[in-house]
């Protein structure tokens, strides 16, 4: 079961983990298109200095964008994929719980605990209310 569980959760987390690898990438990218920019600007030395700031400015915006879509963008995105499928992959591990307690045999008030016990505490109901709910109230 636990293989299983592993398993599956590997192959949901993979879109996740390439939009970090995608947000580790991009301030390299910006920084190789500000050094074009440059070079370009470098071939380009003998212009006026407003048309160099010019291409000096465009060159710059190459790294600006490529921080910004890091860091602004697609990592905090990649965060919260990763946040979502985490919640996602809690309730296997719930029903992971409640099979186990089964399987050992205990009681079915036992049996509830064990799983209430492993659903994360922002979503977790109440003892009380998991007995309330068990006597029909």
Do not use: C, W
């Not at 293989?3 to 996740?16: E, S, V």
């Not at 697609?74 to 985490?86: C, E, F, S, T, Y």
């Not at 008030?109 to 922002?122: C, D, F, K, T």
């Amino acid at each position: 079961m636990d293989n299983a569980l592993k398993t599956h959760h590997h192959d949901d987390i993979r879109p996740a983990d390439m939009m970090q690898g995608l947000a580790d990438a991009l301030p390299a990218l910006g920084i190789v298109a500000a050094v074009l920019g440059v070079v370009k600007t470098m071939g380009s030395i003998d212009k006026p200095p407003s048309i160099l700031g010019g291409m000096i400015g465009s060159a710059l915006v190459g790294t600006f964008l490529g921080i910004l879509l890091a860091y602004g963008l697609v990592g905090p995105l990649a965060g919260r994929l990763q946040q979502v499928i985490d919640a996602d992959a809690a309730i296997y591990h719930v029903v992971k719980q409640i099979i186990i307690a089964s399987l050992h045999g205990h009681p079915q008030p036992l049996v509830i605990e064990a799983a209430r016990s492993g659903i994360p505490h922002h979503n977790q109901p109440g003892f009380a209310e998991v007995f309330d709910g068990l006597r029909g109230r």
